[in-house]
């Protein structure tokens, strides 16, 4: 929302240019992915599912996460994928990023949806460290 305040992880419907089938895109921690989990900024070391979804028959779905460019992507025939921000080059805490679904349907027309203003959590970084001798 316009709020101000953090994004949601809500579906995105884009309309096609001739008004045909709908696309939507939600990101989640389990999956299938559920209307009331909130994300918020999203964590640096967990598995972050993607599911784009479609009113039609669908042959293939390319998923990528997009700021200033393509940093991951992936094309396949599941509805579904995952990655790991920790394991995406280029990822930082810094800046917003946008999910995207390409779906290729069987007359070869495609259809988007994007999920817009994601965050991600900082990775950890190690201060110090003490050494303490048990016995």
Not at 6 to 23: F, M
Not at 38 to 48: D, Q
Request: proline share 4%; hydrophobic share 35%.
């Amino acid at each position: 929302g316009g709020d101000g305040g953090q994004p949601c992880a809500t579906t995105v419907d884009a309309d096609t240019t001739y008004g045909g089938p709908l696309a939507s895109i939600q990101a989640c921690y389990f999956y299938p992915c559920s209307d009331d989990e909130v994300l918020g900024t999203i964590a640096w070391g967990r598995e972050l599912i993607v599911v784009g979804d479609i009113d039609a028959d669908a042959m293939q779905y390319k998923f990528t996460l997009e700021s200033n460019g393509i940093i991951w992507e992936e094309t396949g025939e599941q509805a579904a994928t995952s990655f790991i921000p920790r394991n995406v080059r280029g990822l930082t805490s810094e800046g917003l990023y946008t999910l995207r679904v390409t779906i290729t349907l069987e007359d070869e027309s495609q259809v988007e949806a994007t999920l817009e203003g994601l965050q991600f959590a900082a990775p950890p970084q190690l201060h110090g460290i003490d050494v303490v001798l048990v016995n």
